[in-house]
């Protein structure tokens, strides 16, 4: 590989951004248009500028709203460095925070600097601090807000100058160790294998380009400098951050609904009719929100233009382990479908003694009414 490296030139001068991404929950659902008049009616501190986020490759009933939040210094490797700030909210309830930080010099040096991002907390920091403010903004366009913890961060290297120009084959070949360095956000070389495994991934729709993605960082070479890919991946992004909380929300929702149908079950059957009509229409709402979120996803590559476009989403969602989230979900929904049954017959079945208790009961009356007008007579 090094031999490589230096028949083809040495060491080659490059340009481009990081990309950082945190990804988080605000709710069910984000009314972008309210969030859009709100924001335009107030100088709200930090907000430089809104825009609607359009793309050649994505297509949203309602766009995303770009709030651009400023600038933010930093220090990393001893430098003091700058990042631009801004949030994309989507309507389906996810902000995403994105960093943009300028980088030149070489191929290691950029390894170095992932390697570095990689052991610092000064980004997920700064992106807690900015959820907060972005969180007030938000605030009266939310419906059904979520408190969640999770969050789904990833980062993209994008070259967009070589002092010498490269296909992006070439660039693989040439500079390749050094590709799977920056994805693996290490500083020594890596073996044949891990290269191997960490370059597989790729796709590319120009000569001049090529895009290499993992599980939580893409390496992007495009002299154009546009957002198609990126915004894929973000996207791509929202989706799994969406899959993660719903996971976790079914799992509780579950188990809860579980314990409580144990314990109706332990108690008189008659007076548990009414506790397990409100099981039943929790578990129907639940079902709800799954199938929201399923259909959701299953529709995701709708939204998609291009049939390279969707060859992108495919390869981050290997990565990614989308189809995995998503069967986790279906599981949880055909269990849910079976409480839900359960749940329906058990209340069936009260009904049904409810009313045989009703008949014998008005047979007893019956026969003491008979007896007592006999012996009255």
């Not at 939310?142 to 010498?164: C, G, M, N, Q, W």
């Amino acid at each position: 590989m090094e031999q490589t490296q230096t028949a083809t030139g040495g060491k080659n001068s490059i340009k481009g951004n990081i990309l950082l991404f945190f990804c988080y929950e605000l709710a069910y659902a984000v009314k972008v248009d309210t969030l859009e008049k709100l924001l335009r009616k107030q100088e709200t501190e930090g907000v430089l500028s809104l825009r609607r986020s359009k793309s050649h490759y994505l297509r949203f009933e309602s766009y995303p709203l770009v709030i651009k939040l400023g600038e933010e210094k930093f220090q990393l490797q001893n430098i003091t460095e700058t990042a631009l700030v801004h949030a994309r909210v989507f309507d389906f309830g996810v902000v995403s925070l994105c960093f943009k930080i300028p980088f030149s010099g070489d191929f290691r040096g950029l390894a170095a600097k992932a390697s570095a991002l990689s052991e610092s907390d000064i980004f997920p920091d700064l992106a807690t601090s900015y959820l907060k403010k972005i969180k007030r903004f938000v605030a009266p366009a939310l419906h059904r807000p979520i408190a969640s913890d999770l969050v789904e961060d990833y980062v993209i290297f994008h070259v967009t100058e070589l002092d010498k120009p490269l296909t992006g084959q070439q660039l693989l070949h040439t500079h390749g160790p050094e590709i799977a360095m920056i994805l693996r956000a290490e500083e020594r070389s890596l073996s044949e294998q891990e290269t191997a495994n960490a370059l597989s991934n790729n796709i590319s729709y120009y000569p001049e380009d090529v895009l290499v993605v993992d599980w939580d960082r893409a390496f992007l070479y495009d002299r154009e400098d546009h957002r198609d890919h990126i915004n894929i991946i973000e996207y791509a992004n929202t989706q799994l951050l969406d899959m993660r909380y719903y996971d976790r929300w079914l799992d509780g929702e579950l188990d809860v609904i579980q314990r409580e149908m144990q314990l109706e079950g332990r108690k008189t059957p008659i007076f548990s009719a009414a506790r397990y009509r409100r099981l039943s229409r929790r578990t129907m709402m639940l079902m709800t929100d799954v199938l929201w979120l399923i259909d959701q996803i299953d529709n995701s590559l709708k939204a998609i233009d291009t049939l390279y476009a969707a060859r992108v989403y495919r390869a981050l969602g290997r990565r990614l382990y989308l189809d995995e989230w998503k069967r986790g979900l279906d599981r949880k929904l055909e269990a849910l479908r079976d409480m839900s049954g359960t749940l329906n017959m058990k209340i069936y079945n009260l009904r049904s003694t409810i009313l045989e208790l009703a008949i014998v009961i008005l047979i007893v009356v019956e026969i003491i009414l008979f007896l007592g007008w006999g012996s009255s007579r």
